[in-house]
C-alpha cells in the first residue's frame, strides 16, 4: 500500500541525512599552500598548476579548498577539477595566470583553461573577502592574437561545463585572454555578485595600432570613428544550459558582456538553452547578447530568456540578439521568447537595439558571409533564413543619446523575424546613418515606442 511504501522508505532516508551530516562535520579546509603551493612567486607558476590540480583531487566531498589571504598564486593553465561532489572553492587571496604562452599547456584545440571545472555537482566558487580575484593577465594574449602570433585558441579564464547545481558568487574576473566565465551544458547555476573588469584603454590601444597597420579609418570625427574592427572575444559571462539565475553583476569589457550560447540535443543534456533569468545588472561592453546562434542538422536553440533590470551606461551594443552566417542544407537553429524588459542604455557608442546576422571579424580572417563590423560604411551584411527569429520582446526599453540612429532589424526574406516593440524610446538619436530604424523583412508589433516601427517591414 501507499502507507507501506512510505514506511519502507523512511528509514533510508533518515540514513541518507545522517550520512550528509556525518560528512559535513568531517569536512576539512584545504588551504593550498600546504599542498605545495608557492605564493608571491612567478617562477612558480607552472609547480602551482600542478599542486592546485591535486588539491581539487584530494577533496572529499563538502571540503572547502582555500586560496589563502595575503598574496598572490601565479599558475598556468591547465588547473582543473573533474567528477568532484560538493566542492567549495573559496578565493580569499589573488589567483593571476602568468601569459607564458610556450610553455602554458595546450593540443591542437587550443590552450588549456586557466581555471576549469568539468562534470562537477553541487559546485561553489566564492570568497569570504568582498571579492576574491582571478586575473588572467591577458594583455600579451590579445597582442599576440591581434600580431597573428597565436595557433591553437586562447584560454577562457573559468570554465564550468556539463556542471549540475552551480553557485559562483563574490569573484572578481580580470583580463582573461578570451572569456572570463564560460557556463557549458550547466544545469541549475546561480551567479551573483560577480564582476568583470578589462582593461578598455589597453584594447584599445592594441586594435587602433591593428587599424593603422590595416589602413583602416581613424579620423575621430567619423561617426565609427570611436570603434574598433577587431574582436578579442573577451565576454564576460556566457552561458548555455538551463535554468541559470545571474544576477547583480557589474561587466565592463569590449566584447559581449553577457553571451547566452545554444544548446542542441548532441551537445547538452537539454534540447535548448533555456529558463534564464539574466537581471540586476550595469554591463559597458557589447551587448546583452543572446547568440550567436549558427544552425546545425541538431538544430541550435535559444529560447525562454530574459533580460530584466539592466544599466548599459556607454556601452557599445545594448540589446543584441544575433544568428550566424552559416546555412547549409537541412541545418536549422531557433531564437525564441527572448525578452528584454526595463533596460536603459545610456550614449551608446554603436547600435543600441541589433537584431539580426551576427557582426563579426576577427583578425587575420576573410569577412566571408560575415556581417562587417563596420556596417554600414562596409556595406556588407548577408543575412540567411536557417535561424527562426521568434517572439522576441522589448519592452520599456529606454535608449538616450545614441552616437547612432535607433537600430538595425534584419530578417530574412525566406523568414520574416517577429518582434515586439513595447514602449521602446529612443530620446535624441543620432542622424546618421538612418532616418530610424533600419528595418527588413520582420513582422511584429510596436506599441507606444518612439521611434515607431513600421512593421510588417519589406526588403
Not at 106 to 116: N, R, V
Not at 202 to 208: G, V
Not at 248 to 257: F, G, R, V
Amino acid at each position: 500500500s501507499k502507507l507501506q511504501s512510505t514506511r519502507t522508505m523512511a528509514p533510508v532516508n533518515v540514513l541518507a541525512v545522517v550520512l550528509v551530516l556525518t560528512r559535513l562535520a568531517c569536512a576539512s579546509e584545504l588551504l593550498v599552500t600546504d599542498y605545495g603551493v608557492v605564493p608571491n612567486d612567478v617562477s612558480a607558476a607552472w609547480n602551482n598548476t600542478v599542486a592546485l590540480t591535486h588539491v581539487f583531487a584530494a577533496a572529499q566531498p563538502f571540503d572547502v579548498v582555500v586560496i589563502p589571504a595575503g598574496g598572490t598564486i601565479f599558475a598556468l593553465g591547465g588547473i582543473n577539477a573533474t567528477l568532484k561532489q560538493s566542492l567549495v572553492v573559496r578565493f580569499d587571496g589573488n589567483l593571476t595566470a602568468v601569459p607564458d604562452m610556450k610553455n602554458w599547456p595546450h593540443d591542437a584545440k587550443g590552450y588549456s583553461h586557466f581555471l576549469s571545472f568539468d562534470n562537477c555537482t553541487n559546485l561553489t566558487l566564492t570568497s569570504s573577502k568582498h571579492r576574491g580575484i582571478i586575473d588572467g593577465q591577458g594583455a600579451d594574449w590579445w597582442g599576440a592574437f591581434i600580431l597573428g602570433n597565436l595557433g591553437p585558441h586562447r584560454p577562457k579564464l573559468v570554465s564550468i561545463s556539463d556542471g549540475r547545481q552551480v553557485l559562483v558568487e563574490h569573484l572578481l574576473l580580470v583580463n582573461s585572454p578570451s572569456f572570463h566565465l564560460l557556463l557549458s551544458n550547466v544545469i541549475v547555476a546561480e551567479v551573483r555578485y560577480v564582476d568583470v573588469n578589462v582593461s578598455l584603454g589597453l584594447q584599445r590601444t592594441l586594435k587602433e595600432g591593428m587599424r593603422l597597420a590595416s589602413g583602416q579609418p581613424t579620423d575621430p570625427s567619423m561617426p565609427l570613428g570611436v570603434l574598433e574592427p577587431q574582436d578579442l572575444n573577451t565576454d564576460g559571462i556566457d552561458p548555455s544550459g538551463s535554468d541559470i539565475h545571474i544576477h547583480d553583476c557589474h561587466i565592463i569589457n569590449d566584447d559581449d558582456s553577457i553571451a547566452v550560447k545554444p544548446c542542441r540535443p548532441s551537445n547538452c543534456d537539454v534540447p535548448c538553452s533555456q529558463n534564464m533569468l539574466i537581471e540586476n545588472l550595469i554591463l559597458t561592453g557589447f551587448g546583452a547578447s543572446i547568440g550567436s546562434v549558427p544552425p546545425h542538422p541538431d538544430v541550435n536553440c535559444v529560447k525562454n530568456i530574459t533580460f530584466r533590470n539592466i544599466s548599459m551606461p556607454g556601452t557599445g551594443k545594448g540589446v543584441y540578439v544575433k544568428s550566424n552566417p552559416e546555412c547549409t542544407p537541412g541545418s536549422r537553429g531557433l531564437i525564441q521568447d527572448i525578452t528584454y524588459e526595463d533596460i536603459t542604455i545610456t550614449k551608446p557608442l554603436w547600435w543600441p537595439i541589433w537584431i539580426g546576422p551576427q557582426q563579426q571579424h576577427e583578425p587575420h580572417s576573410s569577412l566571408g558571409r560575415k556581417c562587417a563590423l563596420t556596417f554600414p560604411l562596409e556595406n556588407h551584411c548577408p543575412t540567411q533564413g536557417c535561424v527562426d527569429f521568434r517572439n522576441i520582446v522589448l519592452r520599456r526599453v529606454t535608449v538616450i543619446d545614441p552616437l547612432l540612429s535607433p537600430g538595425v532589424l534584419l530578417g530574412n526574406v525566406s523568414n520574416p523575424m517577429v518582434v515586439t516593440m513595447d514602449q521602446v524610446v529612443v530620446q535624441n538619436p543620432g542622424p546618421w546613418p538612418y532616418d530610424g530604424y533600419l528595418c527588413k523583412y520582420v513582422n511584429g508589433t510596436s506599441d507606444g515606442s518612439s521611434p515607431d516601427v513600421p512593421f510588417p517591414c519589406a526588403g
